[in-house]
T-cell receptor
Framework: DTGVSQNPRHKITKRGQNVTFRCDPI?????LYWYRQTLGQGPEFLTY????????KSRLLSDRFSAERPKGSFSTLEIQRTEQGDSAMYLC???????????FGSGTQLSVL | GENVEQHPSTLSVQEGDSAVIKCTYS??????FPWYKQELGKGPQLIID?????GEKKDQRIAVTLNKTAKHFSLHITETQPEDSAVYFC???????????FGAGTRLTVKP
């Protein structure tokens, strides 16, 4: 499979709990992006990695959010002390070059109760 | 920063008719404009894109037009089929910027 893979597909958690999502990009893509999408809206940029370096973060990415991409391969997005407002679809995308086609995974749907 | 507006938010057409979705952008430096199709429970899938050095691009039943002066671009789907039913997003970005901005989406329904 050459697509972007995200796990888990769905996550239900209680407010205050920590959650972690994983993204495996297309293998030859060194650029990896995290987006958040709420119902009826387009994806909103959260953060970007080039190889293992996190080069850009949106102001949407509060202190409770942290993303890593060790070894420049897969990436994880962790949300600490989840709030109901964190409920959304978290999308991962990868690309071969900047300002180029983004290939998205199927996302992780987070529900915070 | 870039702001992308998309219209209409919903669009219903009869099978075989054409569908047109329009987007405007604010950053005159934007030079890359992709269109994505998102089906229920899936991530957005790129269907066509255009760069600012081209005014029109076509791929079978799908075409995109770009007017740089007016800062708007449009998606045209001809001979629509029920499987075209989905949410479509336009987006804009520029060289050196990793923050691709998306429109709010258009829910297209093709009635058989």
């Amino acid at each position: 499979d050459t697509g972007v893979s995200q796990n888990p597909r769905h996550k239900i958690t209680k407010r205050g709990q920590n959650v972690t999502f994983r993204c495996d990009p297309i293998s030859e893509h060194n650029r990896l992006y995290w987006y958040r999408q709420t119902l009826g809206q387009g994806p909103e940029f959260l953060t970007y990695f080039q190889n293992e370096a996190q080069l850009e973060k949106s102001r949407l990415l509060s202190d409770r959010f942290s993303a890593e991409r060790p070894k420049g391969s897969f990436s994880t997005l962790e949300i600490q002390r989840t709030e109901q407002g964190d409920s959304a679809m978290y999308l991962c995308a990868s690309s071969f070059r900047t300002n180029e086609k983004l290939f998205f995974g199927s996302g992780t749907q987070l529900s915070v109760l | 920063g870039e702001n992308v507006e998309q219209h209409p938010s919903t669009l219903s057409v009869q099978e075989g008719d054409s569908a047109v979705i329009k987007c405007t952008y604010s950053d005159s430096a934007s030079n890359y404009f992709p269109w994505y199709k998102q089906e229920l429970g899936k991530g957005p899938q790129l269907i066509i894109d255009i760069r600012s050095n081209v005014g029109e691009k076509k791929d079978q039943r799908i075409a995109v037009t770009l007017n740089k002066t007016a800062k708007h671009f449009s998606l045209h789907i001809t001979e629509t089929q029920p499987e075209d039913s989905a949410v479509y997003f336009c987006a804009a970005s520029r060289t050196g910027n990793n923050d691709m901005r998306f429109g709010a989406g258009t829910r297209l329904t093709v009635k058989p």
